[in-house]
């Protein structure tokens, strides 16, 4: 074996890169060197025989592995929400390579002072930090912000590498009391969050459009409703008098996420569209969740499936300053190959999704590392037939169903 475990995967049909300002590229091939992507579009035959492991991609499209940008993560790889261990590893099978905590507010006797939301945030940030299910990448503690925070708590919280914060489930008598502490956590440099619709648990308010403009977050979280929606009128408002990244999830309102999509085409702001699930919550768990709703954006909302496909990747990756998310030389080798599924009535991944089904995903690769090829287990086969051309490691990557 080489110095560097090399990843090479070929007769790709479809290179799909996240990025809006290039959604599609041509090209056939993709070489990861260890947890970076290497090249991108063609490589010689030097270049791929030098590699560990060869996939044969059999014309599927390839793209960056799906980014959940609101996963409420707790400890371990288990919700007690749905008293349910492995479901971040099941998710990897639904294409989603990275989760974004979303805070871990279902964390069984959740603290509400200063002291216990600091010590439940960075708890949960050093839980992760070599903790990777199914070889998903969780960035997880965020911190829920509550009365009595103070400036220093987020640069305390920022040394411990705590980047998020969120708005929405602290004992606040107001919304509209969050805004300074919104404020002080990006002073700190954190990213900034806030619940945007109805209530979504016991003891939760509703959050509409003047106390999240009010606040100006980084991200309203689940514009669409989590699951309920805001009113009509809110929306074209956060769009139109706001720079506010718009985070649209599974678990949420479809026809307000179509809205939403609309009304930043329309503003020509489309790299504030940001896709999620909002799970797991009382709408349950959802390995499948993004790919649905970037199914619902290309089939219902007429949205090209590679700007959709972006909107679950490269705007995330913006938005939280990941370095995964796109296809390109030096971003991090999480990649995924979609196709058909077998028996369906199309023929490729993006007709698929026009077509308002699901993909089937063929192969994840996170950190240059094949996490299974040839079928995932919460999808139909593929069409293609996806996989190994060549390996030499003691490994065939089959999914274990």
């Given at each position: 074996?080489?110095?560097?475990?090399?990843?090479?995967?070929?007769?790709?049909?479809?290179?799909?890169?996240?990025?809006?300002?290039?959604?599609?590229?041509?090209?056939?091939?993709?070489?990861?060197?260890?947890?970076?992507?290497?090249?991108?579009?063609?490589?010689s035959a030097a270049d791929v025989e030098a590699?560990?492991?060869?996939?044969?991609?059999?014309?599927?499209?390839?793209?960056?592995?799906?980014?959940?940008?609101?996963?409420?993560?707790?400890?371990?790889?288990?919700?007690?929400?749905?008293?349910?261990?492995?479901?971040?590893?099941?998710?990897?099978?639904?294409?989603?390579?990275?989760?974004?905590?979303?805070?871990?507010?279902?964390?069984?006797?959740?603290?509400?002072?200063?002291?216990?939301?600091?010590?439940?945030?960075?708890?949960?940030?050093?839980?992760?930090?070599?903790?990777?299910?199914?070889?998903?990448?969780?960035?997880?503690?965020?911190?829920?912000l509550e009365p009595g925070l103070t400036r220093?708590?987020?640069?305390?919280?920022?040394?411990?590498?705590?980047?998020?914060?969120?708005?929405?489930?602290?004992?606040?008598?107001?919304?509209?009391?969050?805004?300074?502490?919104?404020?002080?956590?990006?002073?700190?440099?954190?990213?900034?969050?806030?619940?945007?619709?109805?209530?979504?648990?016991?003891?939760?308010?509703?959050?509409?459009?003047?106390?999240?403009?009010?606040?100006?977050?980084?991200?309203?979280?689940?514009?669409?409703?989590?699951?309920?929606?805001?009113?009509?009128?809110?929306?074209?408002?956060?769009?139109?008098?706001?720079?506010?990244?718009?985070?649209?999830?599974?678990?949420?309102?479809?026809?307000?996420?179509?809205?939403?999509?609309?009304?930043?085409?329309?503003?020509?702001?489309?790299?504030?569209?940001?896709?999620?699930?909002?799970?797991?919550?009382?709408?349950?768990?959802?390995?499948?969740?993004?790919?649905?709703?970037?199914?619902?954006?290309?089939?219902?909302?007429?949205?090209?499936?590679?700007?959709?496909?972006?909107?679950?990747?490269?705007?995330?990756?913006?938005?939280?300053?990941?370095?995964?998310?796109?296809?390109?030389?030096?971003?991090?080798?999480?990649?995924?190959?979609?196709?058909?599924?077998?028996?369906?009535?199309?023929?490729?991944?993006?007709?698929?999704?026009r077509n308002g089904d699901i993909a089937a995903?063929?192969?994840?690769?996170?950190?240059?590392?094949?996490?299974?090829?040839?079928?995932?287990?919460?999808?139909?086969?593929?069409?293609?037939?996806?996989?190994?051309?060549?390996?030499?490691?003691?490994?065939?990557?089959?999914?274990?169903?």
């Amino acid at each position: 074996m080489s110095a560097l475990f090399q990843t090479a995967i070929v007769n790709i049909g479809t290179i799909i890169t996240g990025d809006l300002a290039e959604p599609v590229i041509a090209g056939d091939t993709i070489i990861c060197r260890d947890s970076s992507i290497a090249i991108v579009g063609t490589a010689s035959a030097a270049d791929v025989e030098a590699c560990d492991v060869i996939i044969d991609a059999a014309g599927a499209v390839a793209c960056p592995g799906l980014i959940d940008s609101h996963v409420h993560i707790t400890f371990g790889d288990y919700t007690p929400r749905q008293k349910t261990v492995g479901f971040l590893e099941s998710y990897t099978h639904g294409g989603i390579t990275t989760a974004i905590s979303a805070s871990e507010v279902h964390v069984p006797g959740r603290p509400g002072d200063p002291a216990g939301v600091k010590a439940l945030a960075i708890a949960a940030r050093k839980c992760f930090e070599h903790f990777r299910p199914g070889g998903m990448r969780v960035h997880a503690g965020a911190v829920i912000l509550e009365p009595g925070l103070t400036r220093e708590d987020f640069d305390e919280l920022a040394r411990n590498c705590v980047r998020l914060a969120k708005a929405g489930f602290g004992a606040f008598a107001s919304p509209y009391d969050y805004a300074p502490f919104v404020r002080m956590a990006r002073e700190s440099g954190m990213i900034t969050m806030a619940h945007t619709g109805g209530s979504s648990i016991p003891g939760s308010s509703g959050i509409w459009a003047d106390p999240v403009l009010a606040m100006n977050p980084d991200v309203s979280f689940h514009v669409n409703g989590g699951p309920v929606a805001m009113p009509d009128a809110d929306f074209p408002r956060l769009v139109n008098e706001s720079a506010i990244a718009l985070q649209i999830c599974t678990a949420g309102n479809l026809r307000t996420a179509l809205l939403v999509a609309r009304l930043l085409e329309e503003k020509e702001a489309l790299e504030r569209l940001l896709v999620a699930t909002d799970t797991p919550t009382g709408s349950g768990i959802m390995p499948l969740g993004i790919l649905y709703t970037v199914s619902h954006l290309a089939s219902l909302g007429g949205m090209a499936p590679e700007i959709a496909i972006a909107a679950a990747t490269g705007n995330n990756a913006r938005v939280y300053g990941l370095n995964s998310g796109i296809v390109a030389r030096g971003r991090d080798a999480d990649i995924i190959l979609l196709d058909a599924c077998a028996g369906g009535a199309t023929g490729d991944a993006l007709s698929a999704l026009r077509n308002g089904d699901i993909a089937a995903v063929g192969a994840v690769i996170t950190d240059g590392r094949p996490r299974f090829v040839g079928r995932s287990r919460n999808t139909p086969a593929p069409t293609r037939s996806i996989r190994v051309a060549r390996t030499t490691v003691m490994n065939d990557f089959a999914a274990h169903h």
